[in-house]
């Protein structure tokens, strides 16, 4: 027997089998705010929410793009749209106009779904149907459906897109990623069981749900019956405090989100007061290889679980997980954190190798079907049944090391940046001749933009002038946070930038050229 693997089969489970139980705690004051509601009640919500697109006249397969921070209502609309054959597009809400319209372009997308905060900054973006999240723009987008109302039957197709999630990469335009439901399904089930996920846990959204589907986690704790904590904004102390108030027993997140909780704990600690989840908290860390000092703090300072994954939106993202193993019981911290440093190992079901030149190379059933109206760059990407990650590294045994990044791409914070779009921006400067840019390490993102330029010749310009145009026109996690005026940029004899020579100064001392 085949049955397409669609999300669907989450929240139907987590309604069939936990309906009287909580599901969703969201942000008490966050706007058009679903308070407290139950499994039984998302799921007439999700189902409500199809009906309410079939009403507006939305086909099967239309893209409904959703830019938010964490909601209980992005919760829904995972399921809302996707679980009933439509497409998500859940767009980074720290995009400018320009930036989420191409994106609303892009994808086609006929319905614009807009957090209220976020109402006046995108008021140029405009899609066919444009929706307000304040709770009375959106009322019966979000209402449960009554229960004789049966959205329009899809033919569960577990090929057909599910999400299409854009990423910065390695063209000045971000990308969009096509995952699919068996993607989706593939991934969640593969991380919750990585991460043993069960009807017992609450996890806090620290993560941004519209990166990668917040990894998968909202399909995998709904299928299980477990509980989600609506977090908007990363706040160390308000973690902490979820953490008490909630029973919250795991959280995702980059590394510049774990830096945030050990500074709150710092202070605690400082100031006498407890640190909750000892014993009982996992803290999922990807984006970046966390240093092992950090991962001996968690353990240490929080008393917390550390688990490292490693994957790209491309790849759903599970590829690499690396999880304290019963051999490494009896060992000191900090060869434990030193072994748990590196990516990991690959999941089940997935491959993973390292070609000649050094690049991480993919195979699995979370590899994404393409790029969105872009066949040539999925060509780049899958090649010969494998797919390119972009990363440098080295196979440690059966552990993959990421040491390097072939591709031109920043990570600061846990979001990816491409070095030619900030290029791009900086070219659009009069004073700039040319300009190059980097990612150096930082202490609090990890990475973070450098450019270094060559101004026209007579013309001037400060560093301040040049930053305050990037922020002009771009999400601001994208701009330079520092710029160095040169005379010349090293070229090859093509004309080429050699990036890496560029960054190599900055690196200098470092076993990692990632941060
Ligand atoms: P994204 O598609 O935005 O999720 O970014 C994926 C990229 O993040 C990867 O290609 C890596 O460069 C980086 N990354 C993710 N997880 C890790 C990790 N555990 N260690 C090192 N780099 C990582």
């Known amino acids: 027997m085949r049955v397409p693997l669609t999300v669907a089969d989450f929240i139907d489970r987590a309604e069939l089998v936990y309906g009287e139980r909580e599901a969703v705690v969201d942000e008490a004051d966050g706007p058009g705010s679903l308070g407290r509601i139950t499994y039984a009640d998302m799921a007439a919500r999700a189902r409500g929410m199809a009906a309410a697109l079939d009403r507006m006249g939305v086909e099967l397969g239309e893209r409904v793009a959703l830019v938010s921070p964490n ?23 720290r995009l400018n106009s320009t930036e989420v319209s191409y994106i609303v372009d892009h994808s086609g997308a006929s319905v614009l779904l807009v957090d209220p905060e976020l109402e006046e900054s995108l008021a140029g973006v405009t899609a066919k149907e444009k929706i307000i999240l304040d709770g009375i723009q959106d009322a019966e987008l979000f209402a449960p459906a009554p229960p004789d109302a049966v959205p329009q039957r899809w033919e569960a197709d577990e090929e057909a897109t599910c999400s299409i999630n854009y990423t910065s990469g390695t063209t000045a335009r971000p990308k969009g990623v096509q995952i699919t439901h068996r993607n989706a399904w593939l991934n969640a089930s593969s991380f919750g069981w990585h991460t043993t996920v069960t009807d017992r846990d609450v996890l806090l959204h620290t993560l941004p749900m519209f990166h990668c589907n917040g990894w998968g986690m909202p399909y995998a704790v709904t299928g299980m019956g477990g509980r989600h904590v609506v977090l908007r904004k990363v706040d160390g102390e308000e973690i902490l405090r979820r953490v008490e108030s909630e029973g919250v027993t795991l959280m995702c997140g980059a590394p510049a989100v774990v830096a945030a909780i050990l500074d709150a704990a710092k202070d605690r600690s400082e100031a006498g007061r407890p640190i909750p989840g000892k ?77 000649a030149e050094g690049e991480v190379l993919a195979r699995s059933n979370h590899v994404f079907a393409g790029y969105w109206n872009q066949p040539e760059e999925t060509d780049k990407a899958i090649v010969d049944g494998w797919f390119h990650t972009g990363d440098g590294g080295h196979l440690d045994g059966a552990y993959v090391v990421i040491a390097d990044r072939k591709k031109d791409v920043i990570i600061s914070g846990g979001e990816n940046v491409s070095s030619i779009e900030v290029e791009d921006t900086l070219y659009q400067h009069p004073a700039v001749a040319e300009a190059a840019v980097i990612g150096v390490p930082d202490d609090k993102w990890g990475e973070t933009v450098k450019a270094l330029v060559v101004l026209q010749a007579g013309a001037e310009a400060t560093e301040a002038d040049i930053v305050a145009f990037c922020r002009e026109h771009m999400a601001h996690y994208k701009c330079p946070t520092s710029i160095e005026f040169r005379d010349s940029l090293p070229r090859t004899a093509t004309g080429k930038l050699q990036k890496f020579k560029l960054r190599a100064p900055y690196w200098e001392g470092r076993d990692r050229q990632v941060n």
């Open 71 to 93: 909601s209980g209502r992005y919760l829904v609309s995972f399921f809302g749209v996707s679980g009933y054959g439509r497409v998500l597009v859940p767009i980074n809400f």
């Open 279 to 355: 014993g009982t908290v996992r803290m999922v860390v990807a984006g970046a290889p966390p240093p092992s000092a950090v991962i001996e703090r968690i353990h240490r300072e929080l008393g917390w679980e550390f688990i490292q994954i490693y994957g790209l939106t491309e790849t759903s993202p599970l590829l690499t997980v690396n999880r304290r193993r019963a051999e490494w019981d009896g060992l000191e911290p900090a060869e434990q954190a030193r072994l748990l440093s590196r990516a990991g190992v690959p999941a089940l079901g997935v491959r993973m190798d390292v070609d």
